[in-house]
């Protein structure tokens, strides 16, 4: 399911004061002879999101009572402003959920994906050897609002960089900024780690920097679900949280047969991805719970971006609420 044409990208707080309550009802499908009612969840996330994906091919979602269908989105702005439309029950994106939830957005943190850092990468032609050689240069760092211009931002300042000193190009997702890098119409995009590695492996780009090496202690990645659906449906969102964190608890055990699903079922690239997830899936955090000191960095970094109000006073507690998720017994 892809979301509608009409979601577009507004300041999160000026969309939400526009469409709150205008959430709309999800009939639940009529039931087979001895078939067992199953609620309906909406979640907005990526078409590559490994846990969900995977989860809902092995059943763990359905044995919680849950029908999960994905609706599709290309970034954290647009999973945010889905929920406020009430096109999606829960989410999951980087740091926009955060600037939603920080500026008021209907939606509260429920817990975290087993990745949590920034893990966006610098992608140049091959010829660059530095940053500054971007100056003046064409660059794809994503659309307003999206965690990859919110790290090029990052990367820029810390360099003595500000905007205004590259030509910014909205190239699109990875796919389409991939393309245009190879195309030539840009000279470097913010992508993701596989991206990086598909582009020097193929010889068409390196890596000159990564995000996480100037976010510091910093939680960029969200679980989060609509106000309106955890006052409906708490025992819905619990649920949902078991059978995501068994799934996750499941692919770190099994890393052969995630990196095997990827590649088959959601049609990621074999060499870079592989190269990458073989690393990364065995240090993944199982329990879903907030890093709190990670995200009240973020929150900084976000209003230093301009991109949080920052006269702001919310702090990561009073947009986190950890208690539909599973028990951890002592």
């Known amino acids: 399911m892809k979301i509608s044409g009409r979601i577009k990208f507004f300041p999160l707080l000026l969309l939400f004061v526009i469409i709150a309550g205008c959430t709309k009802k999800v009939e639940q499908p009529a039931l087979k002879q001895g078939e067992s009612q199953k609620t309906v969840i909406r979640y907005a996330t990526s078409a590559a999101n490994l846990p969900i994906s995977f989860g809902i091919k092995k059943g763990f979602f359905a044995a919680e009572g849950i029908d999960l269908k994905v609706v599709t989105i290309t970034g954290g702005v647009e999973a ?43 992608v140049a032609k091959p010829q660059y050897k ?19 211009i919110q790290a090029f931002n990052v990367i820029a300042k810390a360099k003595g960089f500000k905007p205004s000193d590259f030509q910014y190009v909205n190239a699109g997702g990875s796919a389409n900024s991939l393309a245009a890098l190879q195309a030539g119409k840009v000279e470097a995009v913010i992508t993701t780690e596989t991206v990086g590695v598909k582009a020097e492996l193929e010889g068409f780009g390196k890596v000159l920097e990564r995000a996480v090496d100037y976010f510091g202690h910093y939680e960029h990645s969200f679980i989060f ?51 990458i997830y073989s690393r990364e899936i065995p ?33 990561a507690r009073q947009i986190v609420d950890e208690q539909f998720l599973p028990k951890v017994s002592q």
């Open 80 to 122: 945010v402003t889905a929920a406020a439309a009430g096109e999606a029950d829960l989410g999951g994106m980087g740091s926009p959920v955060l600037v939603g939830a920080v500026a008021g957005v209907p939606i509260t943190i429920v817990g975290a994906p087993p990745a949590k850092g920034q893990h966006f990468v610098l």
């Open 130 to 148: 530095s940053f500054a050689e971007l100056k003046g240069k064409p660059v794809s760092p994503g659309a307003p609002g999206q965690g990859t």
């Open 225 to 275: 679900a609509r106000n309106s659906f955890i006052k409906e449906k708490p025992e819905a969102v619990r649920g949902f949280l078991k059978a995501y964190l068994k799934t996750v608890e499941y692919l770190k055990s099994h890393p052969d047969e995630a990196i095997e699903f990827a590649i088959t079922g959601l049609q990621q690239d074999p060499i870079p991805y592989k190269q």
């Open 283 to 315: 240090t993944w955090e199982t329990s879903g719970r907030v890093d709190f000191v990670g995200t009240e960095n973020a929150i900084r970094i976000l209003k230093d971006l301009g991109d949080i109000n920052p006269h702001s006073t919310v702090t």
